[in-house]
């Protein structure tokens, strides 16, 4: 369970810091997209630009004990990212060049973030992506849609890993597995709980297959 909750902080796959290509001009009837761009498109990929800030607070419960909770302002246009976390609240402005003491704000951010907007990351990061092929859902057992995401050997904070993510024919993501690079550990979580903020499809809540694992999201607001 150790190993759960280190990935459930660090299993990111970001290759730049500036995550939120946001402001990339997409057609309004894009023809032959591709499966991670109907996905991003599905989860309201086109209504994120449109938005100013966004507020949400991440958490980790193992065996109905709170292990992390995080609470996020992210200001979209200015890139400024403010996190209040056990009575502490830190600042700073997500670029390219980022100071050392900086890292660990930038580096919980981009991770939680990363689960809050996993399907935009599809079009922001720089990822191969397999072909897709039926295949049964690691929990559910059900038979889905099955897409797997890889990230390059090089850059980010974990490079090297993978996701394969399970979806429905509206291109909904229901379960995924991550799989890190190194060790060879992997983690099974539901996506659920969708909820519609401004057009912008969140999932705000993942499970592991026994439900001893719980990552979450509260207070989600945008402006």
């Known amino acids: 369970m150790k190993n759960l909750l280190l990935l ?3 299993a990111v796959s970001l290759i730049s810091c500036n995550q939120h290509k946001k402001k990339q001009e997409q057609p309004e009837n894009a023809p032959n997209l591709e499966t991670h761009e109907k996905i991003a ?3 309201g990929f ?6 100013e800030q966004i507020k949400f607070t991440f958490n980790v419960e193992v065996n109905d004990s ?3 909770k995080r609470e996020w302002t992210w200001n979209i246009d200015s890139d400024k990212i403010s996190l209040r976390e ?4 830190m600042s700073y402005i997500q670029k390219d060049s980022l100071a050392k003491e900086k890292e660990y704000i930038d580096q919980r951010f981009v991770n939680d973030s990363y689960w809050l907007l996993f399907p935009f990351q599809l079009k922001w990061s720089d990822a191969d992506f397999s ?3 039926k295949a049964k859902a690691p929990i559910s057992g059900d038979e889905m849609q099955m897409l797997t995401v890889k990230y390059p050997s090089e850059g980010g904070y974990t490079p090297g ?7 429905d024919e509206d291109f909904m993501i229901r379960e995924w597995v991550y799989k890190a690079s190194a060790g060879g550990r992997e983690m099974a979580t539901t996506w659920e709980d969708y909820e519609d903020f401004k057009g912008v499809k969140i999932s705000k809540m993942h499970k592991s297959p026994d439900g001893s694992f719980e990552l979450y999201f509260s207070d989600i607001s945008v402006e």
Do not use: G
């Open 8 to 10: 459930a902080f660090l």
């Open 41 to 43: 498109m599905a989860n």
């Open 46 to 51: 086109k209504e994120f630009d449109s938005l």
């Open 66 to 68: 709170l292990r992390s």
């Open 86 to 89: 056990k009575d502490s609240v």
């Open 131 to 133: 072909e897709v092929k």
């Open 161 to 167: 890993d993978s996701y394969d993510i399970y979806f």
